[in-house]
């Protein structure tokens, strides 16, 4: 029984399209992530949310655009695409702890390879 | 310098051998710390929470370092299993960092 499930596994597209990324976890985690991992293997965070409210944002391009309809699901709006946003895009939760130490252990999904064309 | 950094290796040790990471953070309030074990291709997972204390599970220990700002992850008996990318997390109030990974490749 998958816990944090993402799809598609794998988007080819051209570059200008605009594309969506959809997770769901049935851990009844409270917080929710994005991240990229770039060809170089170095994973950054992009957006956290927590009970469908947004508590990180990274620099990212506004291009991005990450929709949480409930805890449960974070999706993730890609606009505009361009060949730097080939990657790999990973879905996480966590239950929050709160607190200065409020981040817990990780569960990722299996990731999204995302190729721009 | 970068909030957090780890040698990229690759580390390549042979069976049975015993190998040891480190991590170093720039950030001294930084609160929280863990270990990720990353396969090729695939999601990263858990391995173990770092401890002020250190702390053992099986064959890995994970220590932190507060004064000169380090994690290490210590693997004895090593496995052809344990040939993974090992990725460090240092957790600072809002602020969740990823290592860039260590390459372990174990060979027989």
């Known amino acids: 029984d998958t816990a944090v499930s993402q799809t598609p596994k794998y988007l080819v597209t051209q570059m200008g399209n605009d594309k969506s990324i959809k997770c769901e976890q049935n851990?009844?985690?409270?917080?929710m992530y994005w991240y990229k991992q770039d060809s170089k293997k170095f994973l950054k965070i992009m957006f956290s949310?927590?009970?469908?409210?947004?508590?990180i944002n990274e620099t990212v391009p506004n291009r991005f655009s990450p929709k949480s309809p409930d805890k449960a699901h974070l999706n993730l709006h890609i606009n505009s695409l361009e060949l730097g946003d080939s990657a790999v895009y990973f879905c996480?939760?966590?239950?929050?702890?709160?607190?200065?130490?409020?981040?817990?252990?990780?569960?990722f999904g299996p990731g999204t390879r995302l190729t721009v064309l | 310098r970068k909030e957090v950094e780890q040698d990229p290796g690759p580390f390549n040790v042979p069976e049975g051998a015993t190998v040891a990471f480190n991590c170093t953070y720039s950030?001294?309030?930084?609160?929280?710390f863990f270990w990720y074990r990353q396969d090729c291709r695939k999601e990263p997972k858990l391995l173990m929470s770092?401890?002020?204390s250190g702390n053992e599970d099986g064959r890995f220990t994970a220590q932190l370092n507060r004064a000169s700002q380090y994690i290490s992850l210590l693997i004895r008996d090593s496995k052809l299993s344990d040939s993974a990318t090992y990725l460090c997390?240092?957790?600072?109030?809002?602020?969740?960092?990823f290592g860039a990974g260590t390459i372990l490749r174990v060979k027989s």
């Open positions: 996480a939760s966590s239950q929050d702890r709160g607190g200065l130490a409020r981040y817990n252990e990780q569960f």
């Open positions: 851990l009844g985690h409270d917080t």
């Open positions: 949310y927590n009970n469908k409210e947004l508590i």
């Open positions: 950030n001294s309030a930084s609160q929280s």
């Open positions: 770092v401890y002020s």
């Open positions: 997390v240092v957790i600072y109030g809002n602020k969740l960092v």
